[in-house]
């Protein structure tokens, strides 16, 4: 019975993975296809989500980074600018060293902090957003390549049931054969 025949075979086997289109292989080669690194990794955090499901991934999504970087500028440059105010105006109204000065940059300082840990969670909720739906489509992608295996290795065990079939019709006239023959000699 040849390799190929074989519908049991892992899925990274070649008999296996030719029923697959080139860019959906596990190897190119001997080396893993961008594809497979890709799976790999959305399998990873599959189980990370499973794990843990109300947790955040450890980084924010490359797609949401330069935005977050963005916000928090303009909130940095924002809180600076209300803070030089502030300071302007206590030097103007002579009450540039009393409390009253104070306790504004401390007020201003403390807002700006605000802004920023709302636009990091605001980021975080996204990011674990966008990750959910990659994680979904990598399950759309799972089962497509299950069902496209799994017709394959239909293919192949049919394949298997009709060389078993032609080998018994072989066996059967080879032996019904020698059964003649030896009916002639008796």
């Not at 860019?23 to 990873?44: D, V």
């Not at 599959?46 to 928090?72: C, H, K, Q, T």
């Not at 605001?122 to 069902?147: G, P, W």
Request: glycine share 10%; aromatic share 6%; charged share 20%.
């Amino acid at each position: 019975m040849p390799a190929y025949a074989a519908p049991t075979q892992k899925y990274g086997q070649p008999q296996i993975q030719a029923f697959l289109p080139p860019w959906l292989r596990q190897f190119q080669g001997k080396q893993p296809t961008p594809f497979a690194k890709g799976l790999e990794s959305g399998i990873k955090d599959l189980a990370d989500l499973f794990a843990r499901p109300g947790g955040f991934s450890p980084n924010l999504s490359e797609a949401i980074a330069p935005r977050v970087a963005m916000e928090a500028e303009a909130i940095e440059r924002n809180t600076s600018g209300s803070m030089a105010e502030a300071a302007g105006a206590a030097a103007r109204s002579g009450t540039g060293s009393s409390g009253i000065a104070q306790a504004v940059q401390r007020a201003l300082e403390a807002s700006g902090s605000r802004e920023k840990a709302a636009s990091l969670r605001t980021a975080q909720m996204d990011s674990a957003q966008l990750r959910r739906q990659d994680l979904e489509k990598m399950l759309q992608t799972l089962q497509m390549l299950i069902e496209t295996t799994m017709q394959g290795r239909k293919m192949l065990a049919k394949q298997k049931e009709f060389e078993h079939q032609l080998s018994q019709d072989r066996y059967g006239r080879i032996v019904g054969g020698i059964s003649a023959i030896g009916g002639a000699f008796a």
